[in-house]
């Protein structure tokens, strides 16, 4: 019997008060938001302290997102910005869910409440049961947490039958371990908050340039001519990024912000930490907004490349770098004969942006030689987001824009350890190097069938082929696609395990059985055995370094991941296991010995992480060697997405709040878009308002259409925006129901949250 859970919250309203939008990231507001949070979450002297200790050698990592700290000098006043800062309140609350709150609350009645209450419910203190059947949560020990897990494991019929998620705060040392156990057990089912990310980077830059991350430095980007940032917020997504993009100003250097959105972060950033930056008003970054339809990417890449083109072939070598492509490039005359065939103005038109504004873009572009091109989640969640990549580095190529300094590609990874998880072998798709030198390490057998990723595990859980579903934390329900169709799917688990630090939906919609297993979050004290431990994280730049946790647990039952995966390996494999898991355990060190046998680029890893500024992993891209099967860096031809949806239907994106953690809600207030009080809202263009009857604060209900399927969702309050036509604005997840399990990427099969084609139905009408 399937318990009666919301999977999705009671699409109730808030009291929505909408203010005008901001020009202007950070400054005095920022600080004031820091330290109101603070204060709610744990007091602001205790706050601060902690804060103190963050992104600082020999402090804990910031869990907020990757970007990397500068390698040289830290500032004195705190490596961290406002949304670090609600990072850190959110997960060192002093507030604490004690089994009392579960026996008050039953797993129903939780579920009523909004991701927002629940997340600030509190810290989950110690492992948890709900027994078949049961409405409640009960306390449970570790010891019997382990067997009923190892039993359901131990029970099926074939290792594929389980599912191991992992969300990317796990450190390498979690993420190691927790990929040998799913491997030992016998199954390459690895999903990861990755496949709805930045897999489809990964994918593109792995056919283009050899290697599926960045290229580029911190040191680059203040060093570039050009940064075009193209499908990414960072001044609420990776605030720190826009000390870097002021820099790049400091130097002359020019912005470029691609974005349906005017989002505040590219307009101006007033640096907190600098007085005359709060006196004077701050650095003005963006030179050129060229607002995009949603999707419109490749074909405003492609026509400043036809414009390229034409100067080029006035001019031979005046615009192209000839004899970079010459020695490093492949497919190059194909790409060019391609674009020869492409109408300028279509790609105007598919674009939305005016001629104008491309022709002052390629203007800018033709006269540099020093690239950046920065994304995010703008380029990678569309149908086309492997083209998308491709794209951005077909006009990387042209220019010669990489591997030299103040050049190169630049997607800007989320999660604080998503980027060091999927190199710790967190891959549904592992290659044969990696598995065969587990193999000799540790004399296993592991599977070499590819496993599943997100999309595909939904698949095999409503098709019930799947038992058991752990996860290493992250939110599987709320963040996926097709929220009620996942929710029905993992409901036919049997068993259903979440290690976490924070309650969410996902412990609430669960398998017949579930357990919570609490764990120890970034900032508190890892004592194992053999003494006090560290963990190691690998930021978006492929920095390799410390984080050591130095604040007292939230509850003396919390244990660390690597432990967790240890007493479960343990007690599923028994005595008679190969893999010394109480080693790992009782030591990090060991565990990271293990890493650098069977991982490239972790040589000396005890030794070099220990340096306090870590080091880079090897980067063939950087280096302007490419590792791809033409050994050459290789030209793509991608087509024009064309946009075939119904004259009255619109193209909805899913986007972050700057109040929000993916689906952790710090609160309210959407501050630079001046939208408070409220997650329902949409965002809309005022002329399609008007052209539908509809006034700020209107109510309308959605239906996605994907391939004559419909999905629902309802109750959302209209906001006139800044936002082209036809374009549509809502935040992830509440959303997140309009996505069609099968609307995704090709190639890389991430969802396609960012183009979801709806039609308004206005209630009562
Ligand atoms: N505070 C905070 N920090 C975070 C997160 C968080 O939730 N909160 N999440 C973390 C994670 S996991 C990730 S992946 C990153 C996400 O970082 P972002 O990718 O910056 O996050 P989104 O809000 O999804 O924003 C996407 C941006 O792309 C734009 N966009 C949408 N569609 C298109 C398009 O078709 N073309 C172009 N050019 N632009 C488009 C949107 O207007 C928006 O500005 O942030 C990380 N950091
Ligand atoms: N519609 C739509 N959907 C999206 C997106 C979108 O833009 N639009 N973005 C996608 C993206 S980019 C991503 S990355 C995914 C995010 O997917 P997830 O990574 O699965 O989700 P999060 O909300 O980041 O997970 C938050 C939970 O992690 C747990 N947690 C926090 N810290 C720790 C820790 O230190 N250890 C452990 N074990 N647990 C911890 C807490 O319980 C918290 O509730 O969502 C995706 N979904
Ligand atoms: S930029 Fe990202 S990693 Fe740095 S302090 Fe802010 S949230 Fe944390
Ligand atoms: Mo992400």
Not at 174 to 203: I, V, W
Not at 425 to 454: C, M, Q
Not at 525 to 538: A, N, R, Y
């Amino acid at each position: 019997m399937k318990r009666k859970v919301f999977i999705i919250p009671p699409e109730k309203f808030e009291d929505l008060k909408i203010g005008k939008r901001k020009t202007k990231a950070a400054g005095i507001p920022a600080v004031i938001s820091t330290l109101q949070h603070l204060k709610k979450e744990l007091g602001i002297w205790q706050g601060l302290k902690m804060l103190n200790k963050m992104n600082q050698k020999g402090g804990f990592d910031c869990s907020g997102c990757a970007w990397p700290d500068p390698d040289g000098k830290r500032s004195a006043i705190g490596e961290y910005c406002e949304n670090g800062a609600k990072a850190l309140s959110e997960e060192a609350t002093i507030k604490y869910l004690n089994p009392d709150f579960f026996e008050k609350h039953s797993v129903e009645e939780l579920s009523s409440w909004s991701d927002f209450k629940i997340g600030k419910a509190g810290r989950i203190t110690q492992p948890m049961y709900l027994a078949p059947n049961s409405s409640h949560y009960t306390p449970i020990s570790w010891d019997k947490a382990c067997t009923i897990t190892s039993n359901h494991l131990k029970k099926l019929q074939s290792p594929n039958e389980a599912i191991f998620y992992t969300s990317g705060r796990t450190s390498n040392e979690a993420a190691f371990m927790y990929q040998l156990f799913a491997r030992q057990f016998g199954t390459n089912n690895l999903p990861d908050c990755s496949n709805m990310c930045h897999e489809s980077s990964g994918k593109g830059l792995s056919q283009t340039v050899g290697i599926g991350k960045g290229s580029v430095t911190l040191e680059d980007l203040h060093e570039a001519e050009v940064i075009v940032v193209i499908g990414q917020n960072p001044g609420t997504n990776h605030p720190r990024m826009l000390t870097a993009l002021a820099q790049c100003k400091k130097n002359n250097g020019k912005i470029i912000s691609v974005n349906p959105l005017p989002e505040p972060g590219l307009e101006c950033f007033v640096n907190p930490q600098k007085v005359g930056d709060i006196i004077f008003g701050g650095t003005k970054l963006a030179d050129q907004h060229l607002q995009v339809k949603i999707n419109g990417d490749i074909a405003l890449l492609k026509a400043v490349m036809i414009l390229m083109l034409k100067e080029e072939t006035k001019n031979p070598g005046s615009v192209f770098d000839l004899e970079f492509i010459e020695k490093n490039c492949s497919g190059y005359e194909e790409f060019i004969d391609d674009l020869k065939k492409i109408s300028f103005n279509d790609t105007v038109n598919e674009s939305g942006v005016s001629e104008q504004e491309i022709r002052k873009f390629a203007t800018l572009i033709i006269q540099k030689k020093k690239i950046i091109v920065c994304w995010a989640m703008g380029i990678t969640q569309h149908k086309n987001g492997v083209q998308n990549v491709r794209e951005i580095v077909n006009l990387l190529l042209l220019k010669g824009s990489i591997g030299k300094s103040g050049a190169g590609t630049c997607p800007v990874r989320g999660h604080s350890n998503v980027q060091g998880d999927r190199t710790m072998g967190i891959w549904e798709a592992p290659k044969e190097d990696f598995l065969s030198k587990l193999d000799s390490r540790f004399g296993i057998n592991t599977p070499r069938n590819h496993g599943y990723d997100v999309v595909n595990s939904i698949h095999a859980m409503s098709k019930n082929e799947i038992k058991v579903f752990i996860a290493m934390g992250g939110n599987f329900i709320s963040a996926t696609p097709d929220s009620v169709f996942t929710g029905e799917s993992i409901q036919n688990c049997a068993l259903t395990v979440q290690i976490s630090t924070k309650l969410n939906r996902s412990h609430l919609v669960t398998g017949k059985e579930a357990l919570i297993l609490p764990c120890l979050s970034r900032s508190e004290k890892d004592i194992q055995k053999e003494g006090v431990q560290f963990v190691t994280v690998e930021n978006s730049m492929g920095v390799v370094h410390q984080s050591i946790g130095s604040f007292t647990p939230a509850s003396e039952h919390l244990k660390s991941e690597p432990a967790i995966v240890a007493i479960l390996a343990k007690e599923t494999f028994g005595k008679s296991s190969k893999i010394k898991w109480t080693e790992m355990m009782n030591n990090y060190d060991t565990i990271r010995d293990h890493i650098e046998f069977t991982i490239n680029g972790f040589s000396n890893y005890n030794e070099r992480v220990r340096l306090p500024e870590g080091f880079y992993l090897p980067n063939c891209a950087r280096e302007g060697k490419f590792n791809t099967a033409t050994k050459k860096a290789n030209f793509t031809i991608n087509p024009i997405p064309k946009r075939k949806i119904k004259s009255n239907h619109f193209i909805m994106m899913t986007i972050r709040s700057h109040d929000q953690y993916n689906t952790t809600i710090y609160g309210l207030d959407d501050r630079y878009r001046g939208i408070k009080n409220e997650r329902r809202i949409a965002l809309m263009n005022l002329k399609d308002m008007e052209a539908l009857g509809l006034k700020n604060y209107s109510i309308v209900n959605f239906r996605s259409h994907f391939k004559g399927s419909i999905r629902e969702a309802n109750n959302f309050k209209v906001v006139a925006y800044d936002i082209p036509k036809g374009c549509i604005g809502t935040y992830f997840p509440e959303a997140n129901n309009l996505v069609h399990i099968n609307n995704k990427a090709e190639i890389s099969n991430t969802p396609s949250s960012k183009f979801i084609e709806v039609e308004i139905i206005i209630p009562d009408h």
